[in-house]
């Protein structure tokens, strides 16, 4: 119960928050969506890059990151020929399974949990998520379209992409920021995590709660909230990763779907009523998986 009212709750009553408001005036999301996506998360990004000591370590979260991803996918596959169903279903169920919400879900819960040293690994787990997510999530949601041309220019257009290569190229050249630049970085910086916890509350507020397929439904938070980890967990026992970063990896692996995905189910028609019911089923069940699972981990 310590943790569910430490670290679990307050992240909850945020995302509240940003549904309440969105229930109440009907905020159109999109102005905030972009102003997070091009500054704020741009700005965080740089500056975790910039302070991070580069080691093996990132490599490793890159590699579990790609493991995790093709074995969701493997399994979303075998389900498919299992059940018979249809490509656009398909697409679907590995949209919502095996693309998680690390950033305005997942930073804050580890941000509570294990204080800025895992805050740090954190946001580097969630930009390597961002990059996979718009490679492989656009192009499952487009594969009958233009997926993979749509899935690069995604990458391209992604300012967080560029603040990773500058922020590792100041870092390995040691490149040392001015004072007052990096002040206003760390002003941005600091307002992206409650912003898109905000936007993610607002987000949750335009999905419907009917026509369920409960079926599909429980498989999906079914691999989402179990699987998802306990693959992780499988995966660090591999490599000779950091105590702390083993743990924010199991615990990023475990959140539910990504509320980005949404819109690329939305925006490309690839089920998006299924992909949107278990974001937000899978949102609200990781309220007690999230809190089993840091309790477990400790």
Request: aromatic fraction near 12%.
């Amino acid at each position: 119960m310590t943790i569910f009212l430490q670290v679990v709750l307050p992240v909850i009553l945020v995302f509240t928050l940003g549904y309440l408001v969105q229930k109440w005036k009907k905020v159109d999301i999109k102005p905030i969506s972009t102003m997070a996506i091009y500054v704020m998360t741009p700005c965080l990004v740089f500056r975790t890059f910039y302070l991070s000591e580069l080691n093996m370590q990132y490599f490793y979260m890159a590699v579990l990151a790609l493991i995790l991803l093709f074995a969701l996918i493997v399994i979303n596959k075998l389900y498919a020929i299992i059940s018979k169903v249809s490509p656009s279903t398909e697409s679907g169920l590995i949209l919502s399974t095996a693309f998680m919400n690390s950033g305005n879900y997942g930073a804050p819960i580890i941000l509570f949990a294990y204080g800025e040293v895992g805050f740090a690994f954190c946001v580097s787990f969630m930009v390597i998520q961002s990059i996979i997510m718009n490679v492989f999530g656009v192009y499952y949601a487009a594969r009958d379209k233009s997926g993979m041309k749509m899935a690069m220019k995604s990458v391209l257009l992604m300012p967080a992409t560029y603040a990773v290569i500058i922020a590792l190229s100041f870092n390995i050249l040691n490149v040392q920021m001015p004072d007052n630049l990096m002040q206003t970085v760390n002003i941005i910086a600091e307002g992206a995590i409650p912003t898109v916890m905000i936007i993610l509350g607002m987000q949750l507020a335009l999905i419907r709660f009917d026509n369920f397929e409960w079926g599909k439904i429980s498989y999906g938070v079914l691999v989402r909230l179990i699987v998802s980890p306990l693959i992780a967990f499988a995966t660090t026992l591999i490599f000779p990763l950091d105590p702390l970063l083993a743990k924010v990896l199991i615990v990023s692996a475990a959140m539910p779907s990504a509320a980005t995905i949404v819109m690329y189910a939305v925006q490309f028609d690839s089920e998006p009523r299924l992909v949107s019911s278990i974001t937000l089923i899978t949102t609200l069940v990781s309220i007690v998986t999230i809190t089993v699972l840091l309790t477990i981990l400790g």
